[in-house]
């Protein structure tokens, strides 16, 4: 192998956030955000949401709304509006960059991999009902946020990747909170999760993983950065080059 051929660390399986990773569903929030705030002379700036991102539904509402005090609109007013434009503009998501051809090319290695994302499992079905011959890939190895059973906080508490590598893909990673032990050390090491909000990313890493940052690019415009070190930051998916990673390469075109 050439020197500098694998500089990151080998990983066996993979979790993948959704929203603004796998689909441009971040566009629609955007935009039906704006809708709403238009009609009181206002717009959600991109240092707005680059705070917004990332977070559980009604922490994300909250956040956005506390920039607007002069706004005469509740919290579950605007989460109403919100929901029932999203919905009619759900079916028209895409496929971002780069996805389908890392997921085919991990299913057809036998790469473990599972989605962990903070969309309701509701807006979930809506975002992918019309993407399934990419999402039905995954065969039902999804966590979603509002997963009750599962009793985990949403990110950037490390929750919910442990729970899809320990759940969905069998790893012996150890509980949520409290001691592990170095195999169940060695086997979050193994798990690379792709994010691109920085929440998700804090998460990944509390997570013990390592962790691929895809941003936005409008993120990198507003200097919007967080705490915790990524292990590799990409303009999109399809820079990613599997055999730094030590997974197999992808076939020659």
Not at 160 to 167: D, S, Y
Request: proline fraction near 6%; charge should be negative.
């Amino acid at each position: 192998m050439a020197q500098n051929a694998q500089p990151f660390p080998k990983i066996s399986y993979v979790l993948f956030d959704m929203d603004g990773l796998m689909i441009d569903s971040e566009r629609i929030y955007t935009d039906v955000t704006n809708e709403i705030l238009a009609k009181y002379g206002k717009e959600m700036s991109w240092e707005i949401k680059a705070g917004c991102m990332g977070k559980p539904e009604r922490a994300s509402a909250e956040y956005l709304l506390s920039f607007f005090p002069d706004v005469d609109l509740s919290l579950e007013d605007y989460l109403i509006q919100r929901n029932k434009l999203q919905d009619e503009r759900w079916p028209t998501t895409i496929l971002l960059p780069g996805v389908e051809k890392l997921v085919r090319h991990l299913k057809a290695n036998d790469i473990p991999m599972a989605i962990a994302t903070g969309s309701r499992r509701r807006n979930l079905e809506k975002k992918t009902a019309h993407l399934q011959d990419l999402f039905g890939l995954f065969e039902g190895k999804i966590v979603c946020s509002d997963d009750a059973h599962y009793k985990m906080k949403g990110k950037p508490a490390p929750d919910i990747f442990i729970i899809a590598a320990r759940e969905l893909l069998s790893r012996n990673v150890g509980p949520v909170e409290g001691a592990i032990t170095e195999d169940q050390g060695q086997e979050r090491c193994q798990g690379l999760v792709f994010e691109d909000g920085l929440p998700g990313v804090q998460a990944g890493k509390k997570a013990g993983m390592s962790v691929v940052w895809v941003p936005d690019h409008h993120l990198l415009e507003v200097g919007y950065s967080g705490g915790e070190k990524v292990d590799q930051v990409l303009g999109t998916l399809e820079d990613f080059v599997p055999e730094q990673w030590g997974l197999p390469p992808y076939a020659l075109e």
